[in-house]
Protein backbone atom coordinates (compact mmCIF):
# COMPACT_ATOMS: atom_id res chain seq x y z
CA UNK A 1 0.00 0.00 0.00
CA UNK A 2 1.40 3.63 -0.62
CA UNK A 3 -0.20 7.17 -1.08
CA UNK A 4 -3.56 7.93 -1.36
CA UNK A 5 -4.48 4.63 -2.18
CA UNK A 6 -2.68 2.62 0.51
CA UNK A 7 -4.82 4.90 2.97
CA UNK A 8 -8.22 4.13 1.38
CA UNK A 9 -7.36 0.53 1.45
CA UNK A 10 -5.84 0.11 4.84
CA UNK A 11 -8.82 2.67 6.47
CA UNK A 12 -10.77 -0.55 4.29
CA UNK A 13 -9.05 -3.00 6.13
CA UNK A 14 -9.60 -1.95 9.48
CA UNK A 15 -13.64 -0.38 8.86
CA UNK A 16 -13.88 -4.21 7.78
CA UNK A 17 -12.11 -5.74 10.74
CA UNK A 18 -14.10 -4.11 13.00
CA UNK A 19 -17.30 -4.58 11.49
CA UNK A 20 -16.85 -8.10 11.20
CA UNK A 21 -16.22 -8.80 14.95
CA UNK A 22 -18.48 -6.50 16.30
CA UNK A 23 -21.31 -8.70 14.07
CA UNK A 24 -20.35 -11.75 15.88
CA UNK A 25 -20.72 -10.89 19.23
CA UNK A 26 -24.96 -10.47 20.63
CA UNK A 27 -25.53 -7.87 23.22
CA UNK A 28 -25.86 -11.60 25.93
CA UNK A 29 -22.63 -12.13 25.14
CA UNK A 30 -21.44 -8.86 25.83
CA UNK A 31 -23.45 -8.76 29.16
CA UNK A 32 -25.67 -6.15 28.06
CA UNK A 33 -29.57 -5.95 28.45
CA UNK A 34 -31.88 -6.46 25.63
CA UNK A 35 -34.65 -4.27 25.36
CA UNK A 36 -37.18 -5.28 22.34
CA UNK A 37 -37.15 -7.74 19.60
CA UNK A 38 -36.55 -5.92 16.81
CA UNK A 39 -33.12 -5.15 16.13
CA UNK A 40 -31.89 -4.32 12.56
CA UNK A 41 -28.28 -6.10 13.37
CA UNK A 42 -27.49 -9.49 14.52
CA UNK A 43 -24.37 -8.18 17.08
CA UNK A 44 -23.66 -4.97 18.53
CA UNK A 45 -24.31 -1.63 17.46
CA UNK A 46 -21.62 0.99 17.12
CA UNK A 47 -23.15 3.06 20.57
CA UNK A 48 -23.27 -0.73 22.34
CA UNK A 49 -19.56 -0.91 21.37
CA UNK A 50 -18.89 2.72 22.56
CA UNK A 51 -20.33 1.82 25.95
CA UNK A 52 -18.55 -1.18 26.60
CA UNK A 53 -14.99 0.50 25.13
CA UNK A 54 -15.62 3.61 27.66
CA UNK A 55 -15.64 6.12 24.85
CA UNK A 56 -18.01 8.55 22.87
CA UNK A 57 -19.70 6.73 20.09
CA UNK A 58 -19.05 9.64 17.44
CA UNK A 59 -14.74 8.56 18.41
CA UNK A 60 -15.70 4.88 17.95
CA UNK A 61 -17.39 5.70 14.97
CA UNK A 62 -14.03 7.41 13.63
CA UNK A 63 -12.35 4.59 14.69
CA UNK A 64 -14.83 1.76 12.63
CA UNK A 65 -14.32 4.11 9.51
CA UNK A 66 -11.00 3.18 9.47
CA UNK A 67 -8.89 6.20 11.42
CA UNK A 68 -6.93 4.68 14.01
CA UNK A 69 -3.98 7.24 13.19
CA UNK A 70 -3.56 8.66 17.03
CA UNK A 71 -5.44 5.95 19.05
CA UNK A 72 -3.49 5.05 22.04
CA UNK A 73 -2.84 2.04 24.07
CA UNK A 74 -5.73 2.34 26.51
CA UNK A 75 -8.31 3.55 23.71
CA UNK A 76 -6.92 0.14 21.70
CA UNK A 77 -7.08 -2.05 24.77
CA UNK A 78 -10.43 -1.07 25.52
CA UNK A 79 -11.67 -1.97 21.94
CA UNK A 80 -9.99 -5.16 22.21
CA UNK A 81 -11.74 -5.85 25.67
CA UNK A 82 -15.28 -4.48 24.22
CA UNK A 83 -14.67 -6.93 21.31
CA UNK A 84 -13.40 -9.78 22.84
CA UNK A 85 -10.56 -9.84 20.57
CA UNK A 86 -8.26 -12.98 21.42
CA UNK A 87 -4.38 -12.83 20.92
CA UNK A 88 -4.42 -12.80 17.46
CA UNK A 89 -7.30 -10.27 16.94
CA UNK A 90 -5.67 -7.67 19.74
CA UNK A 91 -2.17 -8.14 18.11
CA UNK A 92 -3.60 -7.17 14.20
CA UNK A 93 -5.78 -4.46 15.77
CA UNK A 94 -2.15 -2.62 16.97
CA UNK A 95 -0.77 -3.56 13.92
CA UNK A 96 -3.23 -1.89 11.90
CA UNK A 97 -2.92 1.14 14.19
CA UNK A 98 0.42 1.12 13.98
CA UNK A 99 0.52 1.18 10.15
CA UNK A 100 -1.87 4.00 10.47
CA UNK A 101 0.45 5.79 11.91
CA UNK A 102 3.43 8.09 9.42
CA UNK A 103 6.17 6.30 11.22
CA UNK A 104 4.14 2.88 10.26
CA UNK A 105 4.21 3.29 6.82
CA UNK A 106 7.63 2.29 5.75
CA UNK A 107 8.05 -0.77 4.05
CA UNK A 108 8.48 -3.94 5.67
CA UNK A 109 11.86 -5.71 4.30
CA UNK A 110 11.70 -9.94 4.46
CA UNK A 111 15.15 -11.29 3.83
CA UNK A 112 15.45 -12.63 0.54
CA UNK A 113 18.40 -15.04 1.08
CA UNK A 114 18.21 -17.80 3.78
CA UNK A 115 21.95 -17.28 5.74
CA UNK A 116 24.23 -20.24 5.70
CA UNK A 117 23.99 -20.69 9.54
CA UNK A 118 20.29 -21.78 8.76
CA UNK A 119 20.87 -23.60 5.92
CA UNK A 120 23.52 -25.58 8.13
CA UNK A 121 20.88 -25.67 10.96
CA UNK A 122 18.82 -27.32 8.54
CA UNK A 123 21.25 -30.20 7.21
CA UNK A 124 22.21 -31.12 11.07
CA UNK A 125 18.13 -31.36 11.19
CA UNK A 126 18.27 -35.06 9.03
CA UNK A 127 15.61 -36.61 10.84
CA UNK A 128 12.65 -34.70 10.68
CA UNK A 129 11.09 -33.00 8.20
CA UNK A 130 12.06 -29.22 8.50
CA UNK A 131 11.64 -26.15 6.11
CA UNK A 132 11.77 -22.17 5.82
CA UNK A 133 9.60 -20.44 4.53
CA UNK A 134 7.88 -16.68 4.79
CA UNK A 135 4.70 -15.51 6.07
CA UNK A 136 3.88 -15.56 2.51
CA UNK A 137 3.81 -18.84 2.68
CA UNK A 138 7.21 -19.42 -0.10
CA UNK A 139 9.19 -21.84 0.98
CA UNK A 140 12.50 -20.68 0.80
CA UNK A 141 14.82 -23.27 1.86
CA UNK A 142 14.54 -27.11 2.83
CA UNK A 143 15.83 -30.28 4.44
CA UNK A 144 16.13 -33.48 2.41
CA UNK A 145 13.63 -35.25 4.68
CA UNK A 146 11.14 -31.79 4.12
CA UNK A 147 11.22 -31.67 0.50
CA UNK A 148 10.66 -35.77 0.22
CA UNK A 149 7.63 -34.91 2.55
CA UNK A 150 6.15 -31.71 0.53
CA UNK A 151 6.78 -33.61 -3.02
CA UNK A 152 3.57 -33.16 -4.25
CA UNK A 153 4.06 -29.45 -3.93
CA UNK A 154 7.55 -28.91 -5.50
CA UNK A 155 6.22 -31.50 -7.70
CA UNK A 156 3.13 -29.41 -8.70
CA UNK A 157 2.53 -28.05 -12.37
CA UNK A 158 2.04 -24.68 -10.82
CA UNK A 159 5.76 -24.23 -10.68
CA UNK A 160 7.04 -25.81 -13.33
CA UNK A 161 7.73 -22.69 -15.44
CA UNK A 162 7.37 -20.20 -12.13
CA UNK A 163 8.72 -19.86 -8.56
CA UNK A 164 8.93 -20.16 -5.77
CA UNK A 165 7.20 -22.84 -4.40
CA UNK A 166 4.06 -21.65 -2.42
CA UNK A 167 1.85 -23.82 -0.29
CA UNK A 168 -0.93 -21.03 -0.67
CA UNK A 169 -0.73 -21.23 -4.50
CA UNK A 170 -0.55 -25.08 -3.90
CA UNK A 171 -3.24 -25.05 -1.89
CA UNK A 172 -5.79 -22.67 -3.56
CA UNK A 173 -4.72 -23.43 -6.85
CA UNK A 174 -3.91 -26.83 -7.51
CA UNK A 175 -6.91 -29.61 -6.80
CA UNK A 176 -3.99 -32.11 -5.83
CA UNK A 177 -3.85 -30.08 -2.84
CA UNK A 178 -7.27 -31.84 -1.63
CA UNK A 179 -5.59 -35.36 -1.66
CA UNK A 180 -2.12 -33.84 0.56
CA UNK A 181 -4.33 -32.17 3.14
CA UNK A 182 -6.55 -34.68 4.71
CA UNK A 183 -8.15 -31.75 6.69
CA UNK A 184 -8.23 -29.38 3.76
CA UNK A 185 -11.09 -27.14 4.81
CA UNK A 186 -9.10 -26.59 8.07
CA UNK A 187 -5.78 -25.77 6.10
CA UNK A 188 -7.62 -23.12 3.87
CA UNK A 189 -9.51 -21.17 6.82
CA UNK A 190 -5.87 -21.13 8.89
CA UNK A 191 -3.89 -20.32 5.50
CA UNK A 192 -6.00 -17.20 4.85
CA UNK A 193 -6.06 -16.55 8.51
CA UNK A 194 -2.32 -16.39 8.52
CA UNK A 195 -1.91 -14.64 5.39
CA UNK A 196 -4.90 -11.71 7.02
CA UNK A 197 -2.50 -11.55 9.65
CA UNK A 198 0.06 -10.89 7.99
CA UNK A 199 -1.78 -8.10 5.78
CA UNK A 200 -1.64 -6.00 9.28
CA UNK A 201 2.27 -6.31 9.78
CA UNK A 202 3.45 -5.74 6.64
CA UNK A 203 0.71 -4.01 4.70
CA UNK A 204 3.23 -2.47 1.68
CA UNK A 205 4.49 -5.96 0.92
CA UNK A 206 4.32 -5.89 -2.86
CA UNK A 207 4.38 -9.83 -2.77
CA UNK A 208 2.38 -10.05 -0.75
CA UNK A 209 -0.37 -8.10 -2.11
CA UNK A 210 -0.21 -9.17 -5.36
CA UNK A 211 -0.47 -13.05 -3.71
CA UNK A 212 -3.55 -12.24 -2.38
CA UNK A 213 -5.24 -10.61 -5.46
CA UNK A 214 -4.05 -13.33 -7.69
CA UNK A 215 -5.85 -15.83 -4.81
CA UNK A 216 -8.89 -13.80 -4.57
CA UNK A 217 -9.33 -13.77 -8.50
CA UNK A 218 -8.70 -17.25 -8.69
CA UNK A 219 -10.05 -19.16 -5.95
CA UNK A 220 -13.71 -18.34 -4.94
CA UNK A 221 -12.88 -20.59 -1.81
CA UNK A 222 -9.68 -18.31 -0.97
CA UNK A 223 -12.18 -15.03 -1.74
CA UNK A 224 -14.59 -16.50 0.62
CA UNK A 225 -12.78 -17.11 3.27
CA UNK A 226 -10.90 -13.55 2.73
CA UNK A 227 -13.78 -11.42 3.36
CA UNK A 228 -14.44 -13.04 7.02
CA UNK A 229 -11.53 -11.04 8.08
CA UNK A 230 -10.19 -14.19 10.43
CA UNK A 231 -6.41 -13.88 11.54
CA UNK A 232 -4.24 -16.61 13.31
CA UNK A 233 -0.81 -17.01 14.70
CA UNK A 234 0.80 -20.20 13.35
CA UNK A 235 2.71 -21.77 15.95
CA UNK A 236 1.81 -25.41 16.51
CA UNK A 237 -0.06 -28.12 16.24
CA UNK A 238 -1.22 -31.28 14.07
CA UNK A 239 -0.63 -31.49 10.56
CA UNK A 240 -2.87 -34.71 8.85
CA UNK A 241 -1.12 -35.36 5.52
CA UNK A 242 -1.71 -38.12 2.32
CA UNK A 243 1.84 -38.90 0.85
CA UNK A 244 1.46 -40.69 -2.15
CA UNK A 245 4.58 -43.20 -0.89
CA UNK A 246 3.78 -43.46 3.11
CA UNK A 247 0.34 -43.25 3.12
CA UNK A 248 -1.56 -41.02 5.70
CA UNK A 249 0.44 -39.02 8.53
CA UNK A 250 -0.51 -36.95 11.53
CA UNK A 251 2.43 -35.19 12.39
CA UNK A 252 2.98 -32.85 15.10
CA UNK A 253 4.49 -30.00 14.28
CA UNK A 254 6.12 -26.82 15.16
CA UNK A 255 6.85 -23.19 13.72
CA UNK A 256 9.32 -20.57 15.14
CA UNK A 257 10.27 -17.36 14.33
CA UNK A 258 13.95 -15.94 13.43
CA UNK A 259 14.23 -13.35 15.10
CA UNK A 260 17.77 -12.32 13.11
CA UNK A 261 15.45 -12.85 9.78
CA UNK A 262 12.17 -10.88 10.41
CA UNK A 263 9.54 -12.73 8.01
CA UNK A 264 11.26 -16.09 7.88
CA UNK A 265 9.93 -19.04 9.98
CA UNK A 266 11.64 -22.68 10.38
CA UNK A 267 8.62 -25.38 10.15
CA UNK A 268 9.51 -28.63 11.65
CA UNK A 269 7.72 -31.94 12.39
CA UNK A 270 8.69 -34.09 15.16
CA UNK A 271 6.91 -38.14 15.38
CA UNK A 272 5.41 -39.39 18.41
CA UNK A 273 8.65 -41.94 19.13
CA UNK A 274 7.87 -45.63 17.93
CA UNK A 275 4.75 -44.47 16.09
CA UNK A 276 3.32 -45.34 12.79
CA UNK A 277 4.52 -41.52 11.03
CA UNK A 278 7.83 -41.93 12.60
CA UNK A 279 8.18 -45.57 11.06
CA UNK A 280 6.96 -43.87 7.79
CA UNK A 281 9.30 -40.95 7.71
CA UNK A 282 12.05 -43.52 8.27
CA UNK A 283 11.48 -45.19 5.07
CA UNK A 284 10.94 -42.01 3.22
CA UNK A 285 14.21 -40.75 4.71
CA UNK A 286 15.54 -44.49 3.50
CA UNK A 287 14.08 -43.79 -0.25
CA UNK A 288 15.76 -40.25 -0.49
CA UNK A 289 19.08 -39.23 -1.33
CA UNK A 290 21.10 -37.42 0.55
CA UNK A 291 21.94 -34.45 0.21
CA UNK A 292 22.43 -30.66 1.64
CA UNK A 293 19.74 -28.22 2.35
CA UNK A 294 19.39 -25.56 -0.75
CA UNK A 295 17.66 -22.49 -1.48
CA UNK A 296 14.11 -23.78 -2.31
CA UNK A 297 13.48 -21.08 -4.89
CA UNK A 298 13.97 -17.23 -3.42
CA UNK A 299 12.78 -14.63 -4.64
Not at 41 to 68: F, I, Q, T
Amino acid sequence: MAGADGKKKLAAEVKEFLSTRRARITPEQAGLPVYGGNRRVAGLRREEVALLAGMSVDYYVRLERGNLSGASDAVLEALAHALQLNEAERTHLYDLARASTPSGRRPTVTPSRVRPTILRLLDSMSGVPAFVRNARFDIVATNTLGRALYAPVFDSPLFAQRGPVNTARYMFLDPASQDFWVDWDKGADDAVAFLRTETGRAPHDKALTDLIGELTTRSDDFAHRWIRHDVKFHRSGVKNLHHPLVGALALPYEAMDLPADPGLRLNFYTPEPDSPEQEALGLLASWTTTSPPVPAGND
